[in-house]
């Protein structure tokens, strides 16, 4: 086993790639999105998402597709990890959004992806590189309260969320 301090703080989120050669963090205080070579303790890239979020809360590799997808203060951060280029800014279609503290993915080459904040579960079909990066609705949203965790089903055709006191499975 490695272990090292990667942040002073705390860690919010934390994600390894599909192949294991990189580990994502962020704080929940920072904008900034730090990637680590997981088997030395380096860091490789920092991510800075732009726009107005004031703090990276999770982050989130896709299994299927080269997509890394960072739930921010008020929107989620979608980049191709080819390029490390953002390819979508997915957002919520009200006013206020909200931290998204929870990011889960589809499987596949064009995977779905769900984002949680406090008050809100989204869905987003499309988070691919489109025409331009810019703001994306959800396809799906409905109310719950603090979700602190999602999920797909392997065939991804639901979304699975816990809520408390129970457990909630939501189909499209």
Partial sequence: MFVWQAHKGKIRSLAFSPDGGL?????????????WNPATGEQVRKLEPGGDDRAAQSVAFSPDAPLFAAGMSNSVRVWDTASWHVVAVLTGPERWTGSFYELAWGRGPAPKLAGSDSRRVRVWPDTGAGPTPGPRHPAVSFPIDNVPGLDFSPDGARVATNVLPKAEVRKE
């Fill in 23 to 35: 580990l994502a963090t962020a704080t929940g205080k920072s904008r900034l999105i730090a990637l």
